[in-house]
T-cell receptor, first 113, second 116 residues
Framework: DAKTTQPTSMDCAEGRAANLPCNHS???????VYWYRQIHSQGPQYIIH???NNETNEMASLIITEDRKSSTLILPHATLRDTAVYYC??????????????FGKGTHLIIQP | NAGVTQTPKFRVLKTGQSMTLLCAQD?????MYWYRQDPGMGLRLIHY???????AKGEVPDGYNVSRLKKQNFLLGLESAAPSQTSVYFC???????????????FGAGSRLTVL
């Protein structure tokens, strides 16, 4: 799986959009980008995933650059409850994958009141 | 629909004691996983299972054993606990699928284990 690079921490004001970047310059054509988050002391929670098109769901939007070497997770109107560690993971979708996901250290997003 | 349930939530052991963590899921998922998370670290995969009666080693399997006798349950055992196994343990599960979204895991709330 391709390696990802994320900032260690970020701040965002409550009510503003939180934009979390992720670099995955070695991503290959069949690898998807997944985002999870982990609120303090809880299990990780799936947010969104995508291949090359931008994706949106009720939680967030995922913007993937045209060359697929980086992506941005957008929380449109951040609340205090969005304070968490956010993990960007790149993973082959088909074939293998039974052996789980690799979680790095992620980005600690702190929403400021 | 409870999702993934882990028991116990907290446990304190003495060095050398044994214990079993239970993970139960009610989503009919085929794949199940055990991770550990140490302070300030990401999650590391201990063992996983692709179906009833099958298990496989992950990144950090030493000192742990697992069993999957029923599809809905995945047990993690520590035969002789060591202080280095003090950690928070997370169980996760997912469907077998080659479709997009195959790697959407559902996690439990975690089990915090302290070994003295």
């Amino acid at each position: 799986d391709a390696k990802t690079t994320q900032p260690t921490s970020m701040d965002c004001a409550e009510g503003r959009a939180a934009n979390l970047p992720c670099n995955h310059s070695t991503i290959s054509g069949n690898e998807y980008v997944y985002w999870y988050r982990q609120i303090h002391s809880q299990g990780p929670q799936y947010i969104i995933h995508g291949l090359k098109n931008n994706e949106t769901n009720e939680m967030a939007s995922l913007i993937i650059t045209e060359d697929r070497k980086s992506s941005t997770l957008i929380l449109p109107h951040a609340t205090l409850r969005d304070t968490a560690v956010y993990y960007c993971i790149v993973r082959v979708e088909s074939g293998g994958g039974a052996d789980g996901l690799t979680f790095g250290k992620g980005t600690h997003l702190i929403i400021q009141p | 629909n409870a999702g993934v349930t882990q028991t116990p939530k907290f446990r304190v052991l003495k060095t050398g004691q044994s214990m079993t963590l239970l993970c139960a899921q009610d989503m009919n998922h085929e794949y199940m996983y055990w991770y550990r998370q140490d302070p300030g670290m990401g999650l590391r995969l201990i063992h996983y299972s692709v179906g009833e009666g099958t298990t496989a080693k992950g990144e950090v399997p030493d000192g742990y054993n697992v069993s999957r006798l029923k599809k809905q349950n995945f047990l993690l055992g520590l035969e002789s606990a060591a202080p280095s196994q003090t950690s928070v343990y997370f169980c996760a599960s997912r469907f077998i699928t080659r479709a997009p979204g195959a790697n959407v895991l559902t996690f439990g709330a975690g089990s915090r284990l302290t070994v003295l």
